[in-house]
């Protein structure tokens, strides 16, 4: 069975820039998040999809970071315009069903450094 | 309102030695618990959860942990440890309350060292 997939693995860009990240989660799998890992901490959830719906968006700086998962399969998550601060690694998970005793899968992130 | 607290950002270990990764936990609700490790450039990979059934639960690799609701901890243990076993390990609470929210919420981590 195929793991998450994220892409692209690495992305160095200048503040102000524009970023997207993709991710394809497990076949299958209705639930989808987002989570930032800045260097030293552990993962904090952005955005939680069901379907191609947002469950919870509640820690997503809106006025910066978007997410869409259109088709309820992909997404994308993106940042525009990015600031120093957003340098971090963008961890995309996914869960066959909704609720609390499920395993959250993760991918391998995406590392991105704001110059 | 949930959190988790992992005491030590870093551990050192002899090979072969006993592990224990403490990992403490705030819930309204009754959590669900979950060990996650991170090898370096890779993603997370989980070890083993709690889910309400039996409080000491076995995972991959050796790794085990014992939910105690009195102490609200969940601390991570595994008898001998192994070279390989040198990661970063991430405890994490998830307290599902209605609503379909239920991402997870994580420590800030424990990076595991092993001594030869």
């Known amino acids: 069975e195929a793991g998450v997939a994220q892409s692209p693995r690495y992305k160095i860009i200048e503040k102000r820039q524009s970023v997207a990240f993709w991710c394809n989660p497990i076949s299958g799998h209705a639930t989808l998040y987002w989570y930032q890992q800045i260097l030293g901490q552990g993962p904090k959830l952005l955005i939680q999809f069901q379907n191609n719906g947002v469950v919870d968006d509640s820690q997503l700086p809106k006025d910066r970071f978007s997410a869409e998962r259109l088709k309820g399969v992909d997404s994308t998550l993106k940042i525009q315009p990015a600031k120093l601060e957003d340098s971090a690694v963008y961890l995309c998970?996914?869960?066959?069903?909704?609720?609390?005793?499920?395993?959250?899968?993760f991918g391998p992130g995406t590392r991105l450094t704001v110059l | 309102a949930q959190s988790v607290t992992q005491l030590g950002s870093h551990v050192s270990v002899s090979e072969g030695a006993l592990v224990l990764l403490r990992c403490n936990y705030s819930s309204s609700v009754p959590p669900y618990l979950f060990w996650y490790v991170q090898y370096p450039n890779q993603g997370l990979q989980l070890l083993l959860k709690y889910t309400s059934a039996a409080t000491l639960v076995k995972g991959i690799n050796g790794f085990e942990a014992e939910f105690k609701k009195s102490e609200t901890s969940f601390h991570l243990t595994k008898p001998s440890a192994h070279m390989s076993d040198a990661a970063e390990y991430f405890c994490a609470v998830r307290s599902y309350s209605g609503g379909g929210a239920d991402g997870l919420t994580f420590g800030k981590g424990t990076h595991l060292i092993i001594q030869p």
């Open positions: 998970a996914s869960s066959l069903v909704q609720g609390s005793k499920d395993t959250q899968y």
